[in-house]
Protein backbone atom coordinates (compact mmCIF):
# COMPACT_ATOMS: atom_id res chain seq x y z
CA UNK A 1 0.00 0.00 0.00
CA UNK A 2 0.88 3.39 -0.64
CA UNK A 3 0.17 6.51 1.13
CA UNK A 4 1.09 9.72 -0.39
CA UNK A 5 0.93 12.51 2.71
CA UNK A 6 1.17 16.07 1.32
CA UNK A 7 1.10 19.26 4.06
CA UNK A 8 -0.90 22.42 1.95
CA UNK A 9 -0.60 25.93 3.84
CA UNK A 10 -3.55 25.33 5.76
CA UNK A 11 -3.90 21.95 5.71
CA UNK A 12 -2.24 17.90 5.11
CA UNK A 13 -4.18 15.36 2.82
CA UNK A 14 -3.26 11.91 2.43
CA UNK A 15 -3.96 9.54 -0.89
CA UNK A 16 -4.16 5.59 -0.32
CA UNK A 17 -2.92 3.46 -3.38
CA UNK A 18 -4.05 -0.44 -1.90
CA UNK A 19 -2.34 -3.16 -3.81
CA UNK A 20 -5.24 -5.49 -5.28
CA UNK A 21 -4.57 -8.55 -3.15
CA UNK A 22 -4.95 -6.03 -0.52
CA UNK A 23 -8.34 -5.12 -1.72
CA UNK A 24 -9.66 -8.80 -1.70
CA UNK A 25 -10.42 -9.31 2.00
CA UNK A 26 -12.40 -6.28 2.53
CA UNK A 27 -13.27 -6.64 5.81
CA UNK A 28 -9.42 -7.00 6.85
CA UNK A 29 -8.64 -4.22 4.20
CA UNK A 30 -10.78 -1.88 6.60
CA UNK A 31 -8.51 -2.83 9.75
CA UNK A 32 -5.32 -2.42 7.61
CA UNK A 33 -6.13 0.70 6.31
CA UNK A 34 -6.65 1.96 9.73
CA UNK A 35 -3.95 0.42 11.30
CA UNK A 36 -1.85 1.29 8.18
CA UNK A 37 -2.54 5.36 7.83
CA UNK A 38 -2.24 5.76 11.63
CA UNK A 39 1.23 4.67 11.45
CA UNK A 40 1.72 6.95 8.41
CA UNK A 41 0.27 9.79 9.87
CA UNK A 42 2.81 9.14 13.09
CA UNK A 43 5.51 8.96 11.05
CA UNK A 44 4.86 12.22 8.44
CA UNK A 45 4.24 14.06 12.34
CA UNK A 46 7.88 13.04 12.98
CA UNK A 47 9.40 14.17 9.64
CA UNK A 48 7.95 17.32 9.37
CA UNK A 49 8.64 18.34 12.84
CA UNK A 50 12.36 17.70 12.44
CA UNK A 51 12.45 18.63 8.29
CA UNK A 52 9.10 21.53 7.45
CA UNK A 53 10.46 21.98 3.75
CA UNK A 54 9.08 18.65 3.02
CA UNK A 55 5.67 19.50 1.40
CA UNK A 56 5.42 15.77 0.28
CA UNK A 57 5.98 12.67 2.27
CA UNK A 58 5.39 8.86 0.48
CA UNK A 59 4.89 5.70 2.65
CA UNK A 60 4.77 2.61 0.61
CA UNK A 61 4.73 -1.26 2.21
CA UNK A 62 5.53 -2.92 -0.86
CA UNK A 63 8.94 -2.14 -2.71
CA UNK A 64 9.33 -1.43 -6.85
CA UNK A 65 10.47 -5.26 -6.87
CA UNK A 66 7.93 -6.84 -5.23
CA UNK A 67 5.19 -4.73 -7.53
CA UNK A 68 6.94 -5.74 -10.77
CA UNK A 69 7.29 -9.49 -9.35
CA UNK A 70 3.22 -9.12 -8.15
CA UNK A 71 2.63 -7.75 -12.07
CA UNK A 72 4.50 -10.50 -13.75
CA UNK A 73 3.27 -13.45 -11.92
CA UNK A 74 -0.22 -11.66 -12.37
CA UNK A 75 0.05 -11.56 -16.08
CA UNK A 76 1.40 -15.41 -15.93
CA UNK A 77 -1.22 -16.17 -14.34
CA UNK A 78 -3.20 -14.67 -17.12
CA UNK A 79 -1.71 -16.83 -19.90
CA UNK A 80 -2.59 -19.86 -18.58
Given at each position: MKIILAQGINDRTFRI??????????DGFQ????????????????IWEKYPDFKQITLDTTTDEERKLMAMAQQSKGKN
Open positions: EPETNEIKNLDLIKDTVSKALEASDL
